[in-house]
């Protein structure tokens, strides 16, 4: 019997990496696909590998891409720092109540639609994906009725929709706490000491941006030990 | 007054550069956009940096695009030939009954992700693309039920359309027929000369590929001459 195929999105993060290993639990043969996009540090894309690797991928391919000569980001754009996470003690908005710094431009909707066509290329039957809306963060590429919409395209842009078969979007983590992430991930097998979250490229995460923080803050709700490193302060 | 600005796709072929051509008339500030993904020839390109300058574009960027990692079409894919039209006279299917060779997968889905990208940066009224579901030549993504799905991915995308002013897809072309076009383009003074629609990178156009013989036949039921040389057989 031929295994069905998924395209995983796979950044090399917590919840990437969780999502992918639900897709291998559901029994999907892995097309892993990664984005170079100019990020300010390649620690990302080495972790994907690794994630890659420890899940047994079929394929996985690292693609580049110049979303940095469009700008507008602190993740592609030098001129932009990274901010902390803002803290609500000191006036500052809490996480979620608006779009951060960070947030790159259409990022989730050029993804997904490369992921349409490696999926049409390999003949995959779904495309996961680590969005979280509960985590949402003020990116507005990461709601429910956004993948709905990217659904719609999928069935209509491509000759498998055409045919009667478009990949299906599948977004496990879309209702998840970061606690639950965590857990569903432990669940899951997947490789969670090779995930990179921060925002910023140290030899140890930095454990104040804001990625870090929800991330601490998922494990801590779990009652379990994150075995990335951090730096001390 | 600060001028509306319109993202343009332009290929540098006929309808990209007279949809820029009617945005321009329109009062539009022009942002082209243009991909190189290993493309058979690069002729289209420059092409596109021709039309670009006699637009008078405020911008014009060229994003590398390494679809052709992915596979899948003729157009990116080394291993698989560029067909000629096919003849319904010798039992071949007419041009638009399936899904040709030369079909990248999920390419306007790509590309309009990208112009999502760059309207979001640039603070873009509007999106213009060539795209023509008359000529639709079997590509499912030129549909205008594809362009509508795409609009409300575009509405719930970005930071713009939260903020309530998405970006407005505009396919002036996609209801007309080839000869349309071209009367289009000469009445809004579109740079045909500059314009490259040949599928194959020779140094004149080969005039039998199926984006030639459409085009021919346009010029042709338009009564025009094309001021493109062909190469003679």
């Not at 779904?126 to 719609?152: K, T, V, W």
């Not at 977004?171 to 965590?182: G, S």
């Not at 000491?193 to 454990?207: F, I, K, L, N, P």
Request: charged content about 25%; glycine content about 10%.
């Amino acid at each position: 019997m031929v295994a069905k195929k998924a395209v995983v999105l796979l950044s090399g993060g917590l919840d990437s990496t969780t999502s992918a290993a639900i897709a291998r639990s559901r029994g999907y043969e892995l097309y892993a696909l990664s984005f170079d996009y100019a990020q300010r540090h390649k620690k990302e894309l080495d972790c994907a590998r690794a994630v890659a690797d420890a899940l047994g991928v079929a394929r996985h391919e690292v693609l580049d891409l110049p979303l940095g000569r469009l700008g507008g980001s602190a993740l592609t754009d030098a001129a932009i720092d990274v901010p902390d996470a803002p803290d609500p003690a000191a006036g500052g908005a809490a996480i979620g109540e608006q779009i951060p710094a960070t947030y790159v431009p259409a990022r989730n909707t050029v993804f997904l639609s490369l992921a349409l066509a490696y999926a049409e290329v390999v003949d995959a039957d779904a495309i996961y994906l680590g969005i979280n809306a509960m985590d949402y963060s003020g990116y507005p590429d990461c709601r429910p009725e956004y993948l709905e919409a990217f659904q719609r395209v999928a069935d209509l842009a491509t000759k498998q929709g055409v045919e009667g078969h478009g990949p299906r979007l599948e977004a496990p983590l879309v209702e998840m706490t970061k606690a639950d992430i965590v857990r569903a991930g432990l669940e899951h097998g997947a490789p969670l000491e090779s995930t990179w979250s921060c925002y910023r490229g140290g030899d140890a995460a930095c454990g104040t941006c804001e990625s870090c923080v929800l991330r601490l803050r998922g494990f801590e709700a779990a009652g379990v030990e994150d075995p990335v490193r951090y730096e001390t302060p």
